[in-house]
Each structure stands twice: as C-alpha cells, then as structure tokens.
C-alpha cells in the first residue's frame, strides 16, 4: 500500500490534517503506544508563525450538527520556539517508532506555515527548509493580507505571486494549503501550480459561526442582542459535515491541476477516504476524527490496505457541473 508522493515512498496514503493531531502531546500520553504504531505515514506540524501568538480567546470552539467549528487562532510558539523547542522532539518521536518491535522506519515531518506577506512566508520556508528534521513544506494560505485583508489563497493572482515569491526559498517539495472560502477554488489551485507548487491540499475549513444561546439583558425597545459563542467571532467548520463539499472540491481541482493532491475533510473511514482516492487525490488527511479517536488513522490506513483493487482515479475526469454552462 506505500505511496509515492512529491519524491517520497510513504508506507500509506494516510496522514494527518495541520493542527488535528498534536504529536508530542499524544506520545507523552500514548507512551510507547504511540510509538508502536504511529496512525500517519507522514506527520503534519500544526501551524507555525513568524512571532509567537497567543491564540484566540476562549471559547475556541462549537459543536454543530455533525462538524466541529473552530476559532482557535493559530497559537504557537513562533519560528524560534518552534525550531528549537518543538523540532527536536518532534524529529525524535518520528525516527524512533516501532516500540519493542524492530525499529520502524521515520516518518517524515511536513511543517505547516502561515504569514501574511510573501517576505514572511519567506522567510519562515527558508529557515524551516535548512532544517534536515524537515522533510517537506506546506503553506497555509487561508490567512488574510495585511494589505487588502483578503485571504491570501482566496485571489488566484495574489496566491500565485505569493507561491512564485517563496518557492525559490525551499529546496524540498513545497505544498499549497488551498482554502474553499473562494469563489473557484480549482483557479486558485491551478495558480497555485503555476506559482510552483509541488502539491496542493485541500480542503481548510469552511467559514461559519455560532451564536451563543443566551441572549444578553435586553434594552429598553428592541430585542435583546445575541453575541457570537466564539471569542473569535467567527471560526471554520470541520468534520463529517463538510465530507460531501470535500468530495466535490478534491475532485474538482485533482480533474485539473498535474501535481498531486492531499484530500481531506470529514474523512471517518477507509470508504471516505477511498471516495477522496477514487476522485485523485494521492494521499488522504484525517483531522478532526482524530479529536475523538487518536488512533484513527492507523484504522483507516489497515483498512485501506485490506480493500480490494488498488485505489486511484476511477471516475471521468470531467466530472459534470450541476449547472450546464449556459448555451451561447
Ligand atoms: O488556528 C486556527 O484557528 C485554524 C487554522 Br490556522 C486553520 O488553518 N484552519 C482552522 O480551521 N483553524
């Protein structure tokens, strides 16, 4: 069942989704666990800034109707931090998996970073991309300009500058995190490719909101105000609520794009994320699951692998719109 991917022979299409899996956490509660049977074939770091940042204001999330919406707000502990906090022991616990059993191979780490210029992101992949711990890149995108406070991989001309500007920076494959709140996410992908992107994924979380249930005191006329439960405001939706859109968004742009895609969004099972395969995605990412079964993916990887037929693009790769276009 291993799977080639931007140069590398993973053992499984299976890996985690930025910031749903915190490694160094699960293996201090896991132990050897953990080690024994690591759930990803490559791990994901959660997202990594310039400066360190606190993180949004509690509440950080809400459970809806089958999804999780989240305003956690990027908290971590800056570039420095990262390098020389987290990397070490992050490089230690993926190099030394397989418990008692014979030493596993490593798997490799992926660093996820966000800024919100091309200078940051800049210099955020070129210090990661000196680090040999550091097997390949991935840019976080759904973050807005300080400038225009559109999301940098929202405008296809401005996420296609942004990649062209860092890719020069990285040595090791660098991956485009794409953002579904876009009018076409398939023209932001393809500028993605054309910037230099060795792979896209997709997708982040979908923009939403929750009110809180209580309504504040009410005012003298008028009905009382209701507030967002959020201390963020608003947050992005996760979780098999968004599987179906997933679907259509991966399919879309892997009908598209000639470098591979990461799918994810929803996935709970080996049906899932054969369903994200057979639509051309080349590796499969598990997040928000993995809140609820930390040892989830390693169930989705050994599924997989009982399937029958090798997995890969079965459908047309011009899959009809709903809407026709219009005749001329
Ligand atoms: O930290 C977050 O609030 C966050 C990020 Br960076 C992201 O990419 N996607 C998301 O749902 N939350």
């Not at 300080?146 to 401005?158: E, S």
């Not at 598990?286 to 693009?313: C, K, N, Y």
Request: hydrophobic letters at 45%; proline letters at 9%; one cysteine or more.
């Amino acid at each position: 069942m291993s799977v080639g991917f931007c140069g590398l022979e993973l053992a499984h299409p299976i890996i985690n989704g930025s910031g749903t899996f915190d490694a160094i956490a699960a293996s201090s509660v896991f132990a050897d666990g953990l080690r024994g049977e690591f759930p990803f074939s490559a791990y994901v770091s959660k997202t990594i800034t310039l400066k360190p940042r606190d993180g949004n204001p509690a509440p950080r999330l809400w459970e809806s109707a089958a999804g999780l919406i989240n305003s956690i707000g990027l908290p971590n502990k800056g570039l420095e931090g990262y390098l020389r906090e987290d990397l070490p022991q992050l490089a230690d616990l993926l190099t030394n998996l397989g418990g008692d059993a014979a030493q596993a191979p490593p798997v490799p780490l992926i660093t996820n970073v966000m800024g919100s210029t091309a200078e940051e992101l800049s210099r955020l992949v070129e210090a990661c991309d000196a680090r040999a711990e550091i097997t390949a890149l991935e840019l976080n995108v759904s973050c807005p300009n300080v400038k225009t406070g559109l999301d940098i991989g929202a405008d296809p001309r401005q996420l296609e500058q942004v990649v062209r500007a860092v890719r020069p920076r990285a040595g090791k494959p660098l991956i485009v995190k794409l953002t579904p709140n876009t009018a076409d996410v398939t023209t932001c992908a393809l500028a993605a490719e054309a910037g230099g992107a060795d792979a896209v994924s997709l997708i982040n979380t979908l923009r939403a909101m929750a009110l809180a249930p209580e309504r504040r005191s009410a005012p003298a006329t008028g009905p009382a105000p209701r507030r967002p439960w959020l201390g963020g405001g608003a947050g992005g939706l996760s979780g098999p609520a968004i599987r179906a859109v997933a679907l259509a968004q991966v399919a879309a742009v892997a009908a598209r794009v000639s470098i591979p895609v990461i799918g994810m969004g929803g996935v709970q099972s080996a049906e899932h994320a054969c369903d994200l395969l057979d639509v051309g995605a080349t590796l499969v990412a598990v997040g928000t699951e993995s809140f609820r079964d930390p040892t989830v993916g390693a169930r989705i990887a050994h599924d997989l692998a009982a399937q029958p037929g090798s997995h890969g693009p079965k459908i047309p790769a011009n899959i009809p719109r709903h809407h026709p276009p219009a005749s001329t």
